[in-house]
């Protein structure tokens, strides 16, 4: 299993790192300089590429190797994938080679075997790298291997050029690779790489728009404690959050934006409901609250330009007005995106993600922890699950009294209650029966889906108002559009009543 770190670099801080005066110190041997010719072959219909596999062939001092590689996943900025090689003859692969080292239970294992896939193979794109490597010891006896290349990958017309730093872990544990990349990063403020090679390679190849992603189902074990139930929502909301950085620095996917954003706001949600055993550095706090309002201002344009606007009816006496609102909405959303984009692709962002890897990989709560909270994290999870989900019940049912007739305050905060509330029974779900949670996930599922709809037509009024005091031209149609959604609110309280008594009358799991 490979484990890397990447950084993109700017010319100049190339320089600034090869100069630093860290490396004599920690190098095990002197530098080297490596002249490396990559060719990655895949199938005419991209087989590898859609099974989420790499086969490149390394051509090197006159030796050839090759590398078959899964996508694996990123997780604070730590590539963890699959990595197998073998020498070869030529500048050919041999997957009879790599049959014999690949293991049956990998997930590459059933890509190798698809018929007649040698002769299927074809050179699809290369790389060509000049690089330095310091092999470095680490003073708790890790070895990293810290490498800055002069990249340039080729994919038929199409190429790109770019320089980048790879740190990696060849023994020994990751939170003192991360504690190296946050003493790097002190003096060169390096931004993530968010794209490996070979993905460039495709990305030139294929030319497709990168797919926002979903949290993955999660599963916690029914014996665990509460530190192990912390550490298993913790990954997944953060695996969340790092699968989506790569499509919001596109700048070019709305939903990459909300799914980021939603795996932030799981992740805080979980450490409120630890907060009683985990505690994040308030530091860490601060800047993960920066980042979630850079991927909210570009959030509240897209949903009002592209979703909240599009319900608004006009006549045609309005329509024109109407028309240029959305022009104008959508222009500030394009914006706010790429103010979102440009917050992941920073090197404030990148040095978070090494903070918040560090923090993970270090598990302090755990090791450091008092007595009592020590207990706390050694009690089973199921204690804490039904704890937790009877609170925030209740804070739900406090909040939501009446909750046709509250103010617009006071129904944020039901609404927020009942977000809380969703994301525990969603990260604890595997530890209840599932007939009595799933129908109860329904009926909360359908009132929080309600009530924020009703979040996004306030946000609305606020954006249409922010618009009005800007551009006197937009002013007739945002005070329509505002008319308009105020009405829509008004009309849905009889909807949230009947929401509200069927969740008041469904049995709590």
Known sequence: MARELKFELAQEQSQVLRDLPLLPTLQVQPPREEALRSDYFDTPDLLLWRQAASLRVRQAAGHYVQTLKSAGARRAGLFEREEYETPV??????????????????????????????????????????????????????????????????????????????????????????????????????????????????GLLVCEMPKALRATPLVLERQGSVGDAFREIARNCLAQVHANEAVVASARSPEGVHQMRVGLRRFRSALDMFCGVVTLPAGLQDEIKWIAGELGKSRDWEVLAHSTLPQ??????????????????????????????????????????????????????????????????????????????????????????????????????????????????????????????????????RLQDDLGWGNDMAVAGHLLACLQQADESVSGGAIYARGFLSARLVADRENQRRLWKRFRRTERP
């Not at 990696?168 to 990751?174: H, M, S």
């Not at 959508?330 to 440009?342: N, V, Y």
């Open 89 to 202: 003859a030529g500048n050919a692969p041999d997957i009879a080679a790599l049959l014999a080292i690949v293991p049956e239970t990998s997930t590459l294992s059933p890509v190798l075997k698809t018929h007649q896939l040698q002769e299927q193979l074809a050179p699809a794109f290369c790389t060509d790298v000049c690089r330095t490597v310091w092999l470095l010891g680490l003073p708790e006896g890790d070895e990293v291997e810290l490498a800055i290349d002069t990249c340039t990958v080729v994919a038929g017309e199409s190429s790109q050029s770019f320089s980048e730093l790879e740190l990696e872990l060849k023994r020994g544990k990751a939170d003192h690779l991360y504690a190296l990349a946050l003493n790097l990063a002190d003096t060169v403020p390096v931004r993530l790489s968010l794209a490996s090679k070979g993905d460039r390679g495709y």
């Open 312 to 445: 608004v009816s006009a006549g045609e006496d309005d329509l024109p007005g109407l028309r240029r609102v959305s022009e104008a909405a959508a222009e500030i959303a394009s914006a706010r995106r790429h103010d979102a984009a440009e917050a992941v692709r920073s090197a404030r962002y990148a040095r978070l993600v090494l903070a918040l890897g560090h923090w993970m990989a270090v598990a302090s709560w755990q090791g450091d922890a008092e007595p009592s909270k020590q207990m706390l994290l050694a009690m089973p999870a199921s204690e804490l699950a039904r704890d937790v989900l009877r609170a925030r019940h209740r804070k739900l049912v406090r909040r939501g009294r009446g909750l046709h007739k509250l103010d617009a305050p006071r129904r944020h905060r039901a609404r927020i209650a009942a977000k809380k509330l969703r994301y525990a029974a969603e990260f604890f779900a595997s530890l209840f029966q599932r007939k009595s949670l799933d129908n109860y996930r329904g009926v909360l599922a």
